[in-house]
């Protein structure tokens, strides 16, 4: 029996494939990007182009499963997800098509897309480590391998072991170190554990300020959105934390992992053309603007950045290729089944 969420993509995309077959003016959007401030982004692609984008929005593993089926009948034009991981995921089931586009190789690093063009990053989003003022020394965690240094046994909140963000972060980890050592500091880290993991990143954020514990690691754009809050309790909140870019200096100082939201044309799609245009738009200086002041993340084109962005101090990121990350993923994820990171 089909999920409901399945049966929604159904019937959504009966209606897209539709609207595709009457107007030529048109973008099928398959997104996971759940958040409200992409409408500002969408909106003003369909005022310069004349193009309506037509949208079915769900989460990946319902959005991908749908891709498989429709096969070569999917109205999809765009996919457009969040984590590196589940963007190599849907390349290596055949949903992306490789695309050429001089606009996108000038503006994208190289990192940060695919090597045949099946996919590009869009904007970034840093993975620093969250501390209590008072109570934890920065200096005492200048990278991620020193969360599993036992000094810090019981003061350690994080989210699930299967939480993409975290396969992500270990996956660039066995990129520098190795599986062997990668599984070491896993143990390390659920040895040092203030509790089971649960919740998601603002649900630790929110424990390290509660006393619960005193060090986690979290999104940027989790940890800025409670920044820009006028809420009073979360500007209280926020107040008793600091953040800490590891791997700046020393003998690890590869930089902060990073991970991408990013996006690819479907490998089947009907509009191509519109598909690449829209593409093309979100590396412009307009589009990346939407993605630092509307949700807090990085943007990927030149030095673009947001006030409250700026306030968390400059770093130096990890340069490790996202395909990297990505082919890393599974790996990742069996360490953390092996170490207990539940």
Known sequence: MKSPILLILVAVTAVISTAAAADSKVLNLYS??????????????????????NRIEGPEDP??????????????????TVDMGRL?????AGLFQPIKSTALENSIPAELRAADGSWFGFSIRARPIIYAKGKVNPTELPDYESLADPKWKGKICVRSGSSPYNISMLSSIIAAHGPAKAEDWARGVVA??????????????????????DITVSNTYYFVRMLRSDKPDDKALV??????????????????????????????????????KF??????????????????????????SSAALDSLGTFKRDPLKMEMVG???????????????K
Not at 279 to 299: I, K, V
Not at 332 to 341: H, M, T
């Open 239 to 276: 107040a008793k934390l600091g953040v800490i870019f590891p791997n700046q200096t020393g003998a690890n100082a590869r930089g902060t992992h990073i991970n991408i939201s990013g996006a690819g044309v479907a490998r089947y799609a009907p509009n191509k053309d519109n598909a690449i």
């Open 192 to 213: 040092n554990m203030a509790r089971a993991p649960k919740g998601g990143d603002t649900d630790q954020i929110k424990a390290v300020a509660a006393g619960e514990c």
């Open 279 to 304: 593409l093309e738009y979100l590396a412009t200086a307009e589009a990346q603007r939407y993605f630092a002041d509307g949700n807090n993340e990085y943007p990927v084109v030149g030095k673009m």
């Open 63 to 80: 959005l991908l499963e749908r891709m498989k089926s429709e096969g070569t009948r999917s109205p999809a034009d765009v996919l457009i």
């Open 32 to 53: 996971s990007r759940h958040y409200q401030t992409d409408e500002a982004l969408y909106t003003n692609f369909e005022k310069k182009t004349g193009i309506k984008i």
């Open 327 to 341: 082919k890393n993923y599974a790996a990742a994820a069996q360490i953390f089944d092996r170490a207990g990171w």
């Open 88 to 92: 190599m995921k849907a390349q290596e």
